[in-house]
């Protein structure tokens, strides 16, 4: 049994290679049902967003398993394997334990810390759990996975303080007035850089957001994704008059507010305060603005410093989270190797029980005249005696599991106890419950492979 990470995300594949090759949400199920059904594939769980398209996975073997993943990205993509291979990165045991551990922290997102990533992993487990592609490896391993990040979140700021020039000039504006909702907010251009800053104030809270744009068309169809208004540029003036914040990235090759005209607007505003944050290069906003009284301008050096500021408490935060992984890997894979003996532990338990409970009936057929209370004593003190002879064996059985020559000192554990049918049973059910592709005597026999990251 081994564990694959077989894909792509920003670092290895362009922009466009993303969007093309991007498994949607409304397939992703029928994805993993459909890689299911190849040779190999035990489990599987498909991660993808806008920045990656990963699949993780629990085959039975390392070679076969990644060719038959490549195989089936190529098929439900429609595309020629060696089109895609070169951006895919494959990763296996361990590292694609870290890898999934460091993608549900926001560690290995394009920007360091971002929460959204793990609703994403969360979404895409859950998905799969509804369709049964997962089984006993990766419901615990993905539980651990997003356990760890919300932990990681609450005890660390690795996903606190605005880490882009948008996300830092709404951030500032939150300071400044605190409440948003009430407040008048202009954004001045509607391509990108507008189009994350409208987002941003949006989902702080603002709800009243005029967008104003050379292209009447392009603010209609932002301002309509938050229920906004939409203006030509020509009313920017008219809109300062009653706005609280300007948020102005257009691609001008010129400033587009001088400072005469923003003091001709705030005597119109009767000097009540405006905060102006230019974050286009070249600036949109004439810099002697901020000489105007009760009018606070920032410019995207002003809100870099910001930002460079907290991604160095994010980079620190992100460190000790880094320390914090090592000791996830070990924790999983000590509770790997236990999985070879919960059968052994079950059967020994239920052997154990068994006898208890026919010790039980002949001591009832011989003293008919037991009262039920008297049976409810005996049988309860008659179970304590088999648990407590049980402990140290259990005990043992589980140290056996981190044994070099696990599979030998487990069979004489077996024989010892006299418990090799009691362990078959126990792994045919197993076998059953998990829907594996194997045979569990197979599965139980292979360990997690440790290897290292592979293109």
Known sequence: MHLLKV????????????????????????????????????????????????????????????????????????????????YLRITEGDATVEHLFRVATGLDSMVLGETQILGQVKHSFLTAQENNTTGTIFNELFKQAITFAKKAHKETAIGEHAVSVSYAAVELAKKVFGDLKKKHVVIHGAGEMG???????????????????????????????????AKPVEELHEQLQDADILISSTGADSVVLSKNTVQTIQKKRKGKPLFLFDIAVPRDLDPAIAELDNVFLYDIDDLQHIVDENLATRKAAADSIENMLEAEIVAFNEWVQTLGVVPVISALRKKALSIQAETMKSIERKMPDLTAR?????????????????????????????NENKEEALQQFIDIFGIEENVQDELQKQAEKNNTKKETNEEVSFPIANNASTQ
Not at 31 to 54: H, P
Not at 383 to 401: D, Y
């Open 7 to 86: 894909g792509f995300n920003y670092k290895s594949a362009p922009l466009e290679i993303r969007e093309r090759y991007m498994i949607s949400e409304d397939h992703i199920d029928n994805a993993m049902l459909k890689l299911k059904e190849q040779k190999s594939i035990l489990e599987n769980v498909i991660v993808s967003t806008c920045n990656r398209t990963e699949i993780f996975a629990v085959v039975d073997q390392v070679h076969t398993g990644r060719f038959y993943i490549k195989q089936f990205l190529a098929d439900w993509l429609q595309v020629d394997k060696e089109d895609v291979s070169p």
């Open 195 to 229: 189009e994350l800053a409208a987002k941003n104030i949006h989902g702080s809270g603002a709800s009243h957001i005029t967008v104003v744009n050379r292209t009447l068309e392009k603010a209609k169809s932002l301002a309509e994704t938050f229920q906004g208004d």
């Open 374 to 402: 008297e049976k409810k004593v005996l049988n309860k003190h008659t179970k304590s005696i088999v648990n407590q002879l049980l402990k140290q064996p259990v005990t043992q059985a589980k140290e056996l599991a981190a």
